[in-house]
């Protein structure tokens, strides 16, 4: 089972992502470890801390996010707030990622040479090791691993989807979330018609 | 000295769980009639004899408010009162020291102790600010070997002082962490090894690192004691087949919360094995991989309805709200739910909640929006405490609940006593409303998610709502404010919350005249905690005449300077003082990022770290 990884703010898909890069080479995490306002309060005179604060007066200039006016610090995360412990904001937003519309999201699966097609319900699955396991269960076959270089060479099978452009995409090049929204069906090629994509 | 308690505290900051851990229930200890070990003045008979009525008498007295009253009656009503005294709560563990406490209270059977203050969760205190148990535990070992009954709040734990609390303690039956960390599974592996009668082992909210020992394997063969096991908090896979092994030799088994690594088929497993439970926290509440089509999926329904005594039901992590229906048997049972992890939306919501004629407590999150809300207020009439939580808690994100779902649960569920709803937008009208229509209230967290947002019907400061909740709510004790709030509101707190003994500020107030209010209106007031609002030294010094009353005061981000925490701290010889800041600030600064003070017999502790100064 997968480790989680708890951030102390923000919502982190780079995380969930498959990809067998290096870590630490290509994402853009966004690291919120100091407080901002601690470091506004580096001042000689005990001012305002805090760099909206201006607003607190009794005009009313913040009405909502959408006012036009207001000095960007309105969207600003601040540190602890709101008031949620890290805890239950990693628990939710993990739970968000696995979100989809609609109750239940079954695709169609093919396999090359199997007499009938089978269906199965993407939303159960969490990411893209977990799906692969199904399918090599469900088929009795062995569909290796991922590279995003050679894409599943040297195995037997190698999964593909269609996408809502109708084009046959290779699974495992995109996000998780993106290839649940646009998978459309699933065809696991047999290994020797699947080289030609992994060639790419 | 024995700290207050505030009951409304300990009810509302744990999840709906019955925590039998109270003063309201009666400890006794072996009464055996005569006044032990006493090397004074051999009194004449009829003294003897009123010191061993009292004895008697002071064994049923279980609040420890009466309990301290009665300790400062006379030196003898003292000392009896401290021999009979079976649970130590203590509310800062930096109050009192291990030894004090230790040499007054020697038969405690149970202790108390709470440790960080609450805004330590939102990572407004860096680490390792303190707060060991091992101090305590060390302690206790020596003086009190009887100690069968630990429970911490936001207390460091390590391996080690979960080591001493099973070797030293025979006969050592309950342990309930709340929001500790610093331990790990090793720790608790040789805990569960070594405290054959263990009841209990809560892990609340806690965290703590997987040094990959298998714990559950770790509990003794053989028939358990086990009542509660609950370590919903626990953030990776344990060993199942032993857990069920476990469950099937635990039959007082009543509570039993699960990791989200515990899928639906697991909890049906443990379900057929303990159809006795009374609070579930049912894991996942998902399939860990996907039933081939033809496989047969347990009956979960007919698992359910086998828990004639369930009442309590919680977990729902990754929810699949297609199972949902499999608690439909037991909902009409129900006193407490808590869906705060589950993301469902009012439809799925509604068959559930339409038989929840019974539920007292509800955690939810605002995914059920309004309407979700709505239904909630049109059948739980028994509704005494309700918690919205946000999915996506951020300031700019977009509400799915509002005035409107207040609104509809102030109406319809008039037995309220607590809330906690976060939300983007409200209007004082619907705060005045909930004042007027739920006169219970006790605990009144409301948090509107934008900082200093008006009423946003009328563009009005939230004033005139929070004053009506201190007016007309006269049973208040606990109190969170938000949303734009001038002086006036504070005002309004000063003069009508005569009860409050917790207020919670963030983002509020125009100047200093808003904490005098308070401070000299608030006699009760027990716990403050105020972030990022314009008050300074001046304000400061206006409740002097209030902190020795106090457990603590919180200030960050406002406009304290160092002379004038120092100023406070000469003032007040039995008062710690602390500044904190940032782990990585080097220097001090003129300005005081965050001031922590309160109460202590002490005096300065000698565990602060670094970036913490005691003035």
């Known amino acids: ?200 | 000295m024995a700290e207050q308690m505030s009951d409304d505290d300990e009810r509302q900051q744990s999840p709906p769980s019955d925590l039998d851990f109270t003063s309201n229930k009666a400890r006794t200890c072996i009464v055996t009639g005569s006044v032990s070990g006493h090397t004074e003045f051999q009194s004449p008979y009829p003294d003897q004899v009123l010191g061993n009525v009292l004895e008697n008498v002071l064994h049923f007295l279980t609040s420890r408010r009466d309990r301290n009253t009665a300790s400062l009656v006379c030196k003898s009503w003292y000392r009896v009162e401290a021999l009979t005294r079976s649970e130590l709560f203590i509310g800062n563990c930096y109050a009192v020291s291990p030894a004090r406490a230790t040499a007054r209270f020697t038969r405690v059977r149970a202790l108390h102790l709470k440790g960080k203050p609450r805004f330590a969760d939102f990572n407004l205190m860096p680490p390792d600010w303190g707060a060991h148990f091992n101090p305590w535990v060390l302690a206790f070992a020596k003086a009190c070997p009887w100690l069968e009954k630990v429970y911490l709040k936001r207390m460091s734990v390590t391996d080690d002082d979960l080591a001493t609390l099973a070797e030293s303690f025979l006969g050592f039956k309950e342990l309930v962490l709340v929001c500790c960390d610093g331990f790990g599974t090793s720790g608790l592996a040789i805990f569960v090894s070594k405290c054959r009668q263990l009841k209990v082992l809560d892990l609340i909210d806690s965290e703590l690192s997987d040094d990959e020992t298998d714990w559950i394997l770790c509990f003794p063969e053989g028939e358990s004691h086990l009542e509660s096991l609950i370590f919903d908090c626990v953030e990776f896979p344990i060993n199942f087949e032993a857990l069920e092994r476990l469950v099937a030799r635990s039959p007082s088994l009543k509570k039993l919360r699960l990791n989200q690594y515990v899928s639906i088929g697991q909890l049906y497993r443990l379900m057929v094995q303990a159809p006795q439970l009374t609070h579930l926290g049912t894991g996942s509440f998902s399939p860990s991989e996907i039933a081939g089509q033809g496989d047969q999926e347990p009956d979960y329904v007919t698992a359910f309805a086998a828990c004639k005594s369930l009442i309590c039901l919680s977990g729902f992590r990754e929810i699949i709200p297609d199972y949902l229906p499999a608690i439909y048997p037991i909902c009409a049972n129900l006193t407490s739910l808590n869906f705060s992890y589950a993301n469902i939306t009012a439809e799925q919501l509604k068959p559930i909640i339409s038989n929840c004629h019974k539920l007292q407590v509800f955690w939810v999150l605002d995914s059920i929006c309004d309407e979700g809300l709505q239904a909630v207020a049109a059948t739980c009439k028994e509704l005494r405490e309700l918690r919205v939580f946000p999915v996506d808690a951020r300031e700019d994100s977009d509400g799915p609940v509002s005035e409107v779902g207040f609104l509809a649960i102030s109406e319809g569920c008039r037995k309220l006593q607590s809330i906690l709803y976060f939300c983007q937008r409200m209007t004082n009208a619907a705060v005045i409303a909930m004042s007027r229509n739920c006169p219970d209230l006790v605990v009144f967290r409301l948090c509107i998610m934008g900082r200093h947002r008006p009423d946003h019907v009328t563009g009005e400061p939230m004033d005139d709502g929070f004053g009506a909740i201190v007016m007309n709510c006269k049973k208040l004790t606990r109190l969170a404010v938000s949303g734009l709030l001038t002086d006036k509101a504070f005002d309004y707190i000063g003069r009508y919350g005569k009860l409050v003994r917790t207020l919670s500020v963030a983002f509020a107030g125009d100047s200093d005249m808003a904490l005098k209010y308070v401070l000299e209106g608030c006699p009760q007031l027990q716990k403050l905690e105020i972030r990022d609002s314009p008050f300074g030294d001046a304000a400061l010094c206006s409740g002097l005449h209030h902190y020795y009353n106090m457990r603590f005061l919180w200030m960050s981000s406002c406009r304290l300077t160092h002379q004038g925490c120092q100023q406070i701290a000469h003032a007040m010889p039995r008062l710690v003082v602390e500044v904190i800041r940032s782990a990585d600030e080097e220097e001090m600064d003129v300005c005081v990022q965050t001031l922590y003070m309160y109460r202590s017999l002490e005096g300065p502790r000698n565990d602060a770290p670094k970036f913490v100064t005691i003035l």
């Open chain 1, 1 to 200: 089972m997968e480790r989680r990884v708890n951030y102390e703010n923000d919502l982190n898909l780079m995380a969930t992502e498959l990809s067998l890069g290096l870590p630490g080479c290509g994402d853009d995490e966004p690291q919120r470890k100091t407080n901002p306002s601690i470091r506004n309060n580096k001042r000689t005179a005990p001012e305002i801390s805090e760099v909206s604060s201006s607003e607190s007066s009794s005009s009313i200039t913040m009405s909502g996010s959408d006012d036009q006016d207001s000095p960007p610090p309105a969207k600003e995360q601040v540190v602890g707030w709101p008031p949620i412990r890290s805890y239950r904001k990693n628990c939710l937003q993990s739970s968000k990622r696995n979100e989809v519309e609609g109750m239940g999201m079954y695709v169609k699966v093919s396999v090359d040479g199997a007499p009938y097609l089978r269906k199965i319900d993407l939303k159960v699955y969490r990411s893209y090791p977990q799906l692969l396991k199904a399918l090599e269960n469900m088929f009795k076959l062995t569909i290796g691993a991922y590279s995003k270089r050679e894409g599943y060479n040297g195995s037997d099978y190698a999964p593909t989807y269609e996408d809502k452009d109708g084009d046959w995409m290779l699974v495992g090049d995109v996000p998780w979330e993106m290839f649940i929204s646009s998978c459309k069906r699933l065809r696991i090629m047999k290994g020797s018609e699947a080289r030609g994509l992994g060639c790419v």
